[in-house]
């Protein structure tokens, strides 16, 4: 069983950054694929980025060349960086581990283990 916890979210006005963090806890993290997503009220869960192992980054057209997803897997954690946030951008963010490597990056049903979220408000 893998854990994961959610942190970083806040209030922030429109253009400015946030760090999301995810700390991941029960296995072996290193070798999951991790993902975020994120859910806005009255919306479906969307795909907002994906990294497989070290190197491999996907990312949704929406946050492209705005958002980063990076891990290090010393400390067990995913991080996304979010410059230049829009109010669209607002949502509670999930993050998400696949530890069986099949099925889409951009696919929530790809993803076994998921947090219980953190809210991201941005004001215009």
């Known amino acids: 069983q893998l854990q994961l916890v959610e942190s970083g979210g806040g209030l922030v006005q429109a253009g400015g950054s946030l760090r999301l963090s995810c700390a991941a806890s029960?296995?072996?993290?290193?070798?999951?694929?991790m993902g975020w997503f994120r859910q806005a009220p009255g919306k479906e869960r969307e795909f907002v980025a994906a990294i497989n192992g070290n190197v491999y980054t996907y990312y949704s057209d929406s946050v492209k060349g705005r958002f980063t997803i990076s891990r290090d897997n010393a400390k067990n954690t995913v991080y996304l960086q979010m410059n230049n946030l829009k109010s669209e951008d607002t949502a509670v963010y999930y993050c998400?581990?696949?530890?069986?490597?099949?099925?889409?990056?951009?696919?929530?049903?790809?993803?076994?283990?998921w947090g219980q979220g953190t809210q991201v408000t941005v004001s215009s």
């Open positions: 029960g296995r072996t993290y290193s070798t999951y694929r």
């Open positions: 998400a581990a696949d530890g069986n490597g099949y099925g889409s990056s951009a696919r929530a049903s790809t993803y076994a283990y």
